[in-house]
């Protein structure tokens, strides 16, 4: 009863006019990001943020919640038409949507896409509400040591997602952390890779890292390309619906993906992109017409975009429970809420119910509010796919510079942006993925205090971290999470091997 007590105060804050207006706005402008090849939704969050500093807490957390759940669904809408997916989680779409576009079934692609993510953002919503207070009350009870092992265990289970390359994740990560560490240290007031620089006494702002790989990354990346003229998407439809037959084999794959999509989606790391392709090969086992798929299988695009749609939100959970962000959106979410003077973790639920319950409340909003906006106005905002690179990313290039200034008001900051920039495209030419960095660049600071206090609270006993059951449990997920992908590929190896043979 109390956790439907907190829900109906959370939908009586969300509900406000106020703040159904923030989730439209939030939300259309979501939709638009998340279809523009190339923006993803912590792009799209990361340029925006700068403007939510003077909203409060709670409308600021509301609007990056619509912008975060309206790119997941305009993300497949690029995927369908044009073959290019919005951003990673999008991939999918692209197996069958495209193939149903190019068959004349579009206006069914476009709304089952709709649905799909309506009943997927709900359903985990609904799981969200569930596990939300019950993980911060688990949280509770971590001490110094605790904490730190949590951080180790989602920074050991991002590098351990790295596609193919654990050492390169690694590489990414201590190159997050190496960041973490500039500034003055909190404990013995020494200045660590400052360079003389004043300016850096204070440290590199972690938004700033994440405006910089993101935001200039990907405008960076698209220099080469900005003469190429793009795909031409289709702009006029008939009536954007599904028949019944096409629902009765959609409806089973998007019950059973959004579970699947919230879990993965609660692991640091993990993100739209895998719980979208492993519920997309899932339907793909399961299905009486396997050779169907990646020819237009209306199931095929309805089972990963619900599992995107619920990735997104089960993504939430560490970043409000823990104070662990889960993925690169909640991530800059987390980092929000810090520059307004929260700590997102065990305590969020009790100190600042409004919030966490008005955003969890958004959630079931914001999917409907979608749902209503992306079927009707589909034909309408397709249409942003005509705009031409050349205009479109100047305008991100000039949002992440003023987004970047109105952090901290310093110049210095302007050349960090642009190495980073940089920096964002080197990664991407080497196959070096950036969520490590970007993770280690947020929990770096707190993980070395964490570290720090419960050395020093154990009088230098290194087995403080390894005493309490939860220590020892987060210690065997840092282990599984280390060897598993290791057996794994020495398997694949020996496969490969016997194959061959």
């Keep these: 009863m109390d956790i439907l007590t907190n829900l109906m105060n959370g939908f009586s804050v969300a509900l406000q006019p106020y703040y159904l207006f923030l989730i439209l706005v939030g ?43 309206g790119a997941m669904f305009g993300g497949s809408r690029s995927s369908i038409l044009i073959n290019t997916p919005g951003d990673g989680a999008a991939l999918a779409a692209t197996f069958d949507g495209y193939p149903m576009a190019m068959k004349g079934k579009a206006e069914s692609a476009l709304a089952i896409s709709a649905i799909a993510s309506l009943i997927g953002g709900t359903i985990a919503a609904v799981l969200m509400t569930l ?17 730190f092992l949590l951080m180790v ?16 994740g690694f590489l990414s990560m201590c190159i997050g952390l190496a960041i973490s560490t500039v500034g003055i240290d909190g404990q013995s007031g020494l200045q660590r890779f400052t360079f003389g620089v ?21 405008v960076f990346k698209s220099f080469r390309t900005l003469s190429e003229g793009g795909k031409k998407a289709q702009t006029k439809f008939k009536r954007i619906w599904i028949s019944k037959e096409e629902w009765k084999r959609s409806k ?7 579970p699947v999509g919230f879990i993965i989606g609660a692991l640091p790391g993990a993100g739209g992109t895998m719980a979208s392709l492993m519920c997309y090969n899932n339907e793909k086992q399961l299905s009486k017409n396997k050779e169907e798929f990646g020819h237009g299988a209306i199931e095929g695009l309805a089972a990963p975009e619900s599992a995107n749609n619920a990735a997104s939100i089960g993504a939430m959970i560490p970043m409000l429970s823990l104070g662990v962000p889960g ?39 914001a999917n409907v509010i979608l749902a209503i906006v992306n079927i009707p106005l589909a034909g309408v905002l397709v249409r942003l796919l005509a705009i031409p690179p050349k205009v479109l990313y100047p305008i991100v290039l000039s949002l992440a510079f003023v987004g ?48 720090r206090q419960g050395y020093r609270i154990s009088n230098q006993d290194l087995s403080v971290f390894m005493n309490s059951g939860i220590a020892k449990g987060l210690l065997v997920v840092i282990l599984l999470s280390i060897l598993l992908p290791i057996i794994s590929a020495i398997r694949a190896k020996a496969a490969k091997r016997k194959v061959a043979a």
């Design 27 to 69: 939300g259309i402008l979501g939709t638009v990001i998340g279809m523009l090849p190339g923006l993803g939704p912590a792009t799209g969050v990361a340029i925006l943020l700068p403007m939510t500093f003077s909203m409060g807490p709670t409308a600021s957390l509301i609007t990056m919640m619509g912008v975060y759940i």
């Design 404 to 451: 970047c200034y109105a952090i901290s008001a310093s110049v210095v900051d302007f050349y960090i942006l642009i190495i980073l920039g940089v920096a964002g495209v080197i990664m991407g030419r080497l196959d070096i993925p950036t969520s490590p960095m970007i993770l280690a660049a947020i929990v770096g600071g707190q993980m070395e205090q964490s570290f």
């Design 131 to 147: 596990m939300a207070e019950p993980v911060a009350g688990l949280a509770v009870k971590f001490g110094p040591a605790e904490y």
């Design 198 to 218: 004043l300016e850096l006494q204070t440290g590199i702002d972690f938004l700033v890292v994440i405006i910089g790989i993101y935001a200039l990354g990907e």
């Design 252 to 258: 089973w794959p998007i019950l059973r993906s959004a």
């Design 327 to 365: 993925s690169g959106t909640t991530a800059v979410m987390m980092g929000a809420l810090l520059m307004l003077g929260i700590q997102p973790g065990p305590l969020l639920f009790a100190q600042h119910p409004d919030t966490a319950w008005g955003l969890i409340a958004s959630m079931f909003v």
């Design 153 to 168: 265990a989602a920074l050991s289970m991002t590098v351990s997602m790295s596609k193919g390359n654990m050492l390169k």
